[in-house]
């Protein structure tokens, strides 16, 4: 695990056991996408961020865009709107 501060973050590079997944995401247990997420995000590395400053979380939520596909793309500006392949 590393740790690394920068621009009012704390981030640790880590991989999830799929049990540690599933326990952390309990929350969408039933939901259609369920495996799919805790198989992906147990699959390899990953950069855990602890955010800080005000407004944060909307910030942060505003900068990966909507979760639903189609409106992902319809903001290209965000992480989802360039990136997502998928719901």
């Known amino acids: 695990r590393s740790l690394a501060r920068g621009r009012g973050a704390l981030t640790a590079s880590q991989t999830l056991k799929m049990e540690d997944a599933e326990r952390f995401y309990a929350e969408h247990r039933g939901r259609f996408f369920f495996q799919r997420l805790v198989s992906s995000m147990s699959a ?11 407004d944060v979380v909307q910030r942060w939520r505003d900068a990966m865009g909507p979760t639903h596909l189609a409106k992902a793309r319809a903001a290209p500006s965000t992480l989802r709107g360039r990136f997502a392949t998928s719901d």
């Open 44 to 54: 390899g590395p990953l950069e855990a961020v602890v955010l800080e400053g005000p």
